[in-house]
């Protein structure tokens, strides 16, 4: 019904409006808030170091020590820091990820969808390819290759996450293309340029938001499951995922070790799972698509 | 014309919003005569869909709240339950809408589909169900009925499709259909076809319709009585030839003014109604079409009553003059 | 009459007929088909059909928005259809187009200023500091208030869209306009506000309209001539009186009898001898052999009696059959 008067609201007014209704996606705003304060302040907020040892306080029990809050690990660094630590591993890895998949992912499907063929004949094969093979598969085989470490893990992971962006950009470049009013563009006379970056790409962004917005949590797991196999990040820096790992030989009796990196982990994740979902029906509210 | 069949009495139905209360119907009062065709004519949000559409219950009963009383067959419609409700939509009343790809199921045969009322409120067996349907399917004219019964909706053109649906609409014998501007989505040589339909079915079923359009041109040639809706409110209810030749509410004269007509042609431009409708959650507390109205004056401050010109011919103006 | 400022000649829209690679072969779709007519400067010619007879597909190629895969369009002696890209594009601000869907055509995204200053912009109509000025007076020009151009189009109605569609269309100085349906998706008491604001403008700017709408009775009002279309070829071209007094072509005469007239009595009088056409359009996929009404033409075997025609089979020329008045049909040849 086209009756309700012409509103004075703007897309985002509109939005927010949504967002802040919606009392699962503030939970999910806020639980990612605090990580990344966590994450971002690690140094200030942290009792001690990551790295720092205290071979006379091996595998103490939270509580046990005044000090030590939630105990120590197998080589007597503190509990509490090192999970403090393990927030900026993750938000370090999880967020180069999306940015490094938006930045390859975004122009390459725009342009695939836009100009069509040939380019978007091999990108759609590529990214059908990728699809196809299982992406943690992949991430390992190029792990084994580069070797570990942090920035290893950035590129192995981002060379399996840059294709859900692209094809997600490509997908809704082709349908906006049909719109009448990037038809309306060109009858103006404005270039191909000008229609890709002024009419496609800002009615585009909000599935790629979402998209990236549900990218962050998978990127965690991933990081946590390669550091639990002991691919991901070196000694000594913290990852969530390494901790539960090494505790495997412990857990029967410091239960803490697997228990606490485990809730850290579990607690991001439904953080950022609210916040997309939050997001999503925010920024889209007719199409419940799930990126 | 016979007997009463229909009887809606001062029926509001308004909307919870986050925005505020949309007040789609305010009030309208209409009946309607066995084998008679009531036209509601209206623009987009004057209430003219809602207002039916709340007859049969269709807008779910937690997102409207529904006021007044619609006497059909001795029973308040909008008293009864749920399930009674259901066994009297598709059966003493039939519904066709605008758009008759969404309103026929995809997936099944369109005969199944006819089928499917019949058996669901008469109870009799599927091999007659079928015989009828095929009857039905060349009453509405389709051509080879027994072959097309097994074919699929998207198989059929929109005319053929909104025949369908008529078909499916008839297959209990309705007492009243119901048609929400079945043609709007149908060109003129198909709209042509669907009227004709309409009225050979009047006449040789003896059904009542109440034809919901925006199409003052259909409604010459088709209604025997026209309510003009504006802004959730009946402004004007007349015989056809009355209000054609006899318009009395302002907003009945704009429309007709306002349409280009294919048989006169002027080089005069069209007598536009200024503005626009009022705002339905804000809703005016002077006639709703002060704003618009080109003979306003003091008195039309306050929202004007009902006056009865002739019998037959109710108007809600300040101003009516009386023949 | 004056001169033709678009020339239309042998234009044809196919689609579907590059078939992609691994793609298999495709159907041809003859959206548009062989179709010639000229429009003069100063008036409106008018375009009806009924949907899918290809009347926006002849539209969206005059202004080469599909490059039509045959024929010509002259404009001002410029083949359009012969230019490419930039040659084009420098072009465009010269004839413009009113959309149908006020709703589809306004990128959602950006305000009514940037709308109707991007083919300022483009085109470098005005120096930067003034587009905003501009702006506003053309907001003014279609009914609208200057205060409008920082809002969304969202937050505006569907008849207020179309005049912000419409003064897009002005904002690049054109002087060729085709509205594809400019009013069909608007409440009846705004079509006329767009209809008169239209004409309104055609005076004062000096504009030609194509102006394209399946409702006859519109098209009749506004147009000085009127073509009627069906299934991607012109059926019959004349003056708009003529169309309605004097309809030659078959299907001319049915699409008039099957419009309603918003008059009972009369209504009742044209019941009598009303031409219900039977059956549906066919497919542009596989039309007629011969002519494209042949399927539906009441007339046909009036044909074959007195001309021994078969019009399945033969197609007829399009031709002058009285000074000004052309059509397509075998009862005038």
Redesign the interface.
């Known amino acids: ?11 985002l007014k509109d939005a927010i409006r949504r967002f802040s209704q919606n009392r699962l996606a503030l939970l999910g705003l806020f639980l990612v808030g605090f990580i990344l304060f966590l994450a971002i302040f690690a140094d200030l907020l942290a009792p001690f170091a990551y790295d720092r040892v205290y071979f006379d306080r091996v595998l103490l029990m939270p509580m046990e020590h005044p000090e030590h809050f939630l105990g120590t690990d197998e080589v007597g660094r503190d509990y509490l820091s090192r999970l403090i630590y393990g927030a900026r591993t993750s938000m370090t890895v999880s967020l180069s990820v999306q940015l490094v998949a938006l930045i390859i992912g975004l122009p390459i499907g725009a342009l695939a969808g836009y100009f069509g063929g040939v380019f978007d ?1 091999v990108i759609s094969r590529i990214i059908d390819i990728m699809t196809a093979f299982p992406a943690l598969l992949f991430t390992i085989l190029i792990i084994s290759v580069l070797g570990g470490g942090m920035l290893t893990i950035i590129v192995a992971l981002s060379i399996t996450s840059w294709i859900v962006i692209a094809r997600i950009t490509r997908a809704q470049i082709l349908t906006l293309r049909e ?3 990037c ?9 191909e340029w ?1 229609i890709l970056f ?2 496609l790409l ?2 585009a962004m909000s599935p790629i938001l979402i998209a990236v917005s549900f990218g962050i949590p998978t990127a965690i797991f991933a990081e946590a499951g390669l550091s639990f196999l002991g691919l991901g990040v070196n000694d000594p820096i913290a990852s969530w995922g390494k901790m539960v790992g090494t505790s495997n030989a412990y857990v029967r009796v410091y239960w803490h070790l697997a228990l606490l990196p485990t809730l850290a982990i579990a607690l991001t994740m439904l953080g950022f799972s609210f916040l997309g979902d939050g997001l999503r029906d925010a920024l889209d509210p007719k199409q419940k698509i799930r990126a | 014309m016979g007997d009463t069949l229909l009887e809606v009495e001062d029926l509001h139905v308004h909307f919870p919003t986050p925005d505020g209360v949309v007040k789609a119907v305010n009030g309208i009062s209409y009946s309607l005569a066995k084998q008679e065709i009531l036209a509601i004519v209206g623009e987009s949000g004057s209430g003219k869909s809602v207002g039916v559409l709340s007859l049969l219950r269709l807008i779910p009963d937690r997102d409207c709240h529904l006021r007044g009383s619609v006497h059909f067959e001795g029973s308040d419609l909008l008293q009864l339950s749920d399930v009674e409700m259901r066994e009297l939509r598709g059966n003493r009343i039939a519904m066709v809408f605008q758009d008759p790809m969404t309103s026929l199921n995809p997936v099944l045969r369109i005969g199944d589909q006819i089928q499917e009322s019949i058996i669901e409120h008469q109870g009799i067996s599927e091999k007659v169900a079928k015989n009828r349907a095929i009857e039905l399917l060349e009453l509405v004219g389709i051509p080879e009925a027994e072959k097309r019964y097994r074919h699929y909706p998207h198989q059929f053109s929109g005319g053929m499709r909104q025949r369908i649906m008529i078909a499916a609409g008839l297959a209990c014998e309705p007492s009243i259909l119901i048609a929400d501007e079945p043609t709007t989505a149908l060109d003129v040589t198909i709209q042509a076809q669907i009227i004709d339909l309409v009225k050979k079915l009047r006449r040789e079923i003896g059904m009542s319709v109440i034809w919901i359009t925006h199409d003052l041109g259909i409604v010459a040639g088709l209604a025997d009585r026209v309510a003009v809706m504006y802004a959730g409110k009946i402004v004007e209810f007349a015989p056809v030839d009355e209000l054609f030749k006899n318009p009395q509410h302002p907003y009945s004269k704009g429309l007709l003014n306002s349409l280009p007509r294919l048989d006169t042609r002027s080089e005069e431009p069209l007598e536009a109604i200024e503005g626009f409708p009022p705002n339905l959650i804000d809703y005016p507390t002077t006639c709703p079409f002060l704003e618009r109205c080109s003979s306003r004056t003091e008195q039309c401050q306050t929202p004007p009553a009902q006056q009865a010109l002739t019998p037959s011919h109710q108007v809600w103006c300040h101003h009516a003059v009386k023949v | 009459m004056t001169e033709p400022i678009v020339q239309v000649k042998n234009l044809s829209m196919h689609f579907g007929q590059d078939s992609g690679f691994l793609k298999g072969p495709q159907r041809v779709v003859k959206a548009v088909d062989n179709v010639s007519l000229e429009v003069f400067e100063g008036e409106t010619l008018g375009l009806v059909g009924e949907s899918g007879c290809g009347k926006s597909t002849l539209g969206r190629s005059i202004l080469q928005l599909y490059k039509p895969t045959a024929g010509s369009v002259h404009y001002r002696g410029t083949d359009l259809v012969q230019l490419e890209g930039k040659a084009l594009r420098k072009m465009r601000n010269r004839f413009q187009m009113i959309y149908q869907d006020p709703y589809a055509s306004l990128n959602p995204r950006m305000k009514v200023a940037d709308i109707i200053g991007e083919p300022m912009y483009i085109h470098q109509l005005h120096p930067r500091s003034e587009i905003r000025a501009e702006v506003e007076k053309t907001l003014e020009m279609v009914g609208l208030a200057r205060e409008f151009a920082d809002r969304y189009p969202h937050e505006f109605s569907g008849g207020q869209r179309q005049r912000i569609g419409i003064a897009r269309a002005l904002a690049a100085q054109p002087d060729f306009i085709v509205a594809d349906e400019p009013i069909s998706a608007l409440d009846v008491s705004i079509q006329a506000q767009i209809i008169n604001l239209m004409r309104n403008l055609q005076s004062q700017l000096k504009l030609t309209y194509l102006f394209i709408a399946h409702d006859l009775a519109v098209v009749r009002h506004i147009s000085d001539r009127m073509a009627v279309m069906y299934l991607g070829k012109v059926m019959e071209l004349t003056d708009s009186n003529s169309i309605y007094e004097d309809p030659l072509h078959p299907y001319t005469q049915s699409l008039l009898s099957a419009i309603p007239i918003p008059d009972p009595e009369k209504e009742r009088e044209r019941e009598a001898n009303r031409v219900l056409l039977e059956g549906e359009v066919p497919s542009p996929e596989n039309p007629p052999k011969g002519c494209a009404f042949c399927t539906r033409c009441p007339r046909k075997q009036e044909v074959l009696k007195s001309k021994q025609i078969d019009c399945s089979t033969q197609a007829p020329q399009f031709t002058e059959a009285k000074p000004g008045h052309w059509t397509a049909c075998h009862l005038y040849t």
């Not at chain 1, 019904?1 to 897309?11: A, D, L, N, Q, V």
């Not at chain 1, 038809?183 to 270039?191: D, H, M």
């Open positions: 019904m086209s009756t309700f008067s012409p509103t004075r609201r703007s897309f004949f719109q009448e009013y038809t309306a563009a060109r009858g103006i006379g404005a270039s000008r002024r009419h800002p009615n």
